[in-house]
């Protein structure tokens, strides 16, 4: 894939993760009354899963690495995932759920505020994290 290509490409996942986001609350407001808020909340995960792996795959072939699974890892994603991003997704569906849209616009926007909320109080610091903390 040419660099020309690659924006492109990127400015499409780009496109992508914000249409899977701005269409959450109206998603939820829609069959909100048909399931329930832990259905509501796990659904976007495993959409969001069975998008981007291929791509994640494809990512790993093209650089001649492997997918390693290791235990190790994989129990932290999901003590994350199940403490961090379920939990928080799961409040916001249920506030989304009793308020109006309007409003349940600015809960699903607490969701990125939360998540950085949670990893300065666990002290847990990625790649990507400030060397700094809120404190």
Not at 119 to 125: H, M, T
């Amino acid at each position: 894939m040419t660099q020309k290509q690659q924006k492109y490409f990127d400015w499409l996942l780009i496109i992508v993760i914000n249409f899977m986001w701005g269409t959450q609350v109206p998603v939820i407001k829609l069959i909100g009354g048909r399931i329930g808020p832990v259905a509501i909340t796990f659904l976007p995960m495993m959409f969001s899963t069975l998008i981007f792996l291929p791509i994640l795959l494809h990512e790993n072939r093209k650089r001649g690495t492997g997918f390693h699974w290791r235990w190790g890892d994989a129990k932290h994603f999901i003590i994350a995932g199940i403490f961090g991003l379920f939990t928080l997704q799961f409040t916001c569906t249920l506030g989304a759920q009793r308020t109006l849209a309007a409003n349940a616009g600015i809960i699903t926007l607490t969701i990125p505020v939360g998540t950085r909320s949670l990893q300065s109080f666990s002290g847990v610091r990625g790649e990507s994290s400030p060397k700094w903390r809120w404190e």
